[in-house]
């Protein structure tokens, strides 16, 4: 598979204290860079503006974390990129492991390869919050069960895309669920996923999600939803999915 340009993505909202140093990192393992801004209202715009060696999109308001993801993979869509890597901009993914996720993608000819916290123990930087884990192991357990996958984490954000294969997808989530359609759609679409094992590290284990799903339950429960949702919009040919 042809890697010759890949572009890496971070969505943003309000990461006035972790932007410089995050892509201070990110700008010395990849030749191109998109911040998409989600409408942050902290000063992270005024950082941005202040750097030249990142290519920025800003939402003029708060779309949700899925909204900036499908912003980002549209823009590697039109610009021709042939790989799109998406680390969070929080400090907890490590930007040296990005070229490692780009050679996979070429090493397994894989379409998706997908960062996981659980797959192996590497340097383990900080314990996850139970209740983060244990949504995080019930979401993980129902996808393999419905999807027929193997998957040890379906949350991590640091992954690596082969765009052709991004443009068969239709993603409307824009709130913290959409990696979960794209896990049902990837399957149906016959997309093959390879994990790899990342450094488990959270640096604010008090990280707000924002409203109701602060609440453990109801955010579980709007986990659901969407994956019903998206398990409703499969088409036939995708029927043994939805049984």
């Known amino acids: 598979m042809d890697i010759s ?54 939402h003029e ?26 680390i969070d901009c929080d400090g907890q993914h490590e930007p040296k492991l990005i070229r490692r996720f780009v050679q996979l993608l070429a090493d397994t ?40 996958l193997d998957l040890t984490d379906s949350f991590c954000g640091f992954k690596a895309y082969r765009v052709e294969a991004l443009k068969q997808l239709e993603l ?3 709130g913290y669920a959409m990696p979960l359609e794209l896990w049902v759609q990837a399957v149906c679409h016959g997309l093959t996923i390879v ?4 450094p488990l590290i959270y640096l604010d ?10 609440d453990p339950e109801a955010r579980l429960n709007y986990y659901h939803s969407v994956l019903d949702r998206s398990f409703a919009r499969l088409p036939s040919t995708c029927s043994q999915f939805t049984e």
Do not use: C, M, W
Request: aromatic residues 8%; glycine residues 6%.
């Open 109 to 148: 000819g894989a379409d998706i390869v997908s960062g996981s916290r659980y797959l192996s123990v590497l340097e383990k930087k900080s314990a996850a919050p139970e209740q983060r884990r244990r949504i995080n192991y019930q979401i993980t357990e129902y996808l393999n069960q419905k999807l027929r």
């Open 5 to 58: 340009r890949f572009l890496t993505a971070l969505p943003v909202y309000n990461e006035a204290h972790h932007i410089d140093d995050v892509l201070d990192q990110v700008v010395k393992y990849s030749p191109d860079v998109l911040v998409v801004d989600d409408g942050s209202s902290d000063g992270s715009a005024a950082i941005l503006a202040r750097r030249n060696d990142v290519r920025i999109v800003t």
């Open 172 to 174: 409307t989530e824009t």
């Open 61 to 86: 308001f708060n779309r949700g974390y899925g909204a900036a993801l499908i912003t980002a993979f549209n823009y590697a869509i039109e610009h021709d990129f042939d790989v799109i890597v998406t």
């Open 195 to 198: 994990e790899e094992p990342v």
């Open 205 to 214: 284990e008090k990280r707000s999600f924002g409203g109701s799903l602060d």
